[in-house]
């Protein structure tokens, strides 16, 4: 692997089309979390390996595929909001308290497409937090600072998100 990242820096194109193949399908995968518009989440995967390749001179000892979801999760990011120009900063817990969906929900027959369907169903402030916290395991903090919120702002979206996920996943459940 650093004979490919150095001949990728050298330029060469046959070093840098090997490392696009190796982890073009795990990238896209992230795109898709955020962005679900297909042909927009393509163009979000070119334009993260353009950022990949300009930026993997600064790859001192780290292992790639961490430092390139880091890349494509910050870039799916702000096209996500550029897209979207999601405004998640009025939200308030209050708001979504007293719900009667506090407790886990067992799922049966509920394949990994439906609920990718019920999470890209979420409203765009919700969905971006719960992918960001649920799925790629950053904290409430970190959250707040990627998305220039604060973390009681994150941890809301979140609750919500979790919510509305467990409100759509009733009709799953077998009683």
């Excluded at 395991?137 to 979206?157: F, N, P, R, V």
């Amino acid at each position: 692997m650093e004979n490919l990242i150095q001949e990728c820096v050298q330029g060469n194109r046959k070093a840098q089309r090997l490392l696009f193949e190796k982890y073009a399908a795990r990238m896209m995968a992230i795109c898709l979390r955020y962005i679900p518009e297909r042909g927009l989440a393509e163009d979000l995967l070119q334009e993260g390996f353009i950022k990949v390749f300009d930026k993997l001179h600064t790859l001192k000892g780290e292992n790639v595929e961490p430092w390139m979801k880091r890349i494509f999760i910050n870039e799916a990011i702000n096209t996500y909001h550029r897209k979207y120009k999601v405004n998640i900063q009025n939200l308030s817990i209050d708001s979504i308290q007293g719900s009667k969906a506090d407790e886990d929900i067992p799922i049966d027959n509920l394949s990994l497409e439906e609920l990718k369907a019920l999470i890209n169903a979420l409203p765009a402030g919700c969905k971006l937090v719960f992918n960001l916290f649920a799925v790629e395991g950053y904290s409430h903090d970190e959250i707040a600072e990627m998305l220039q919120i604060s973390t009681g702002t994150s941890k809301s979206q979140f609750h919500r998100a979790r919510k509305l996920l467990q409100a759509s996943l009733a009709p799953h459940i077998k009683s």
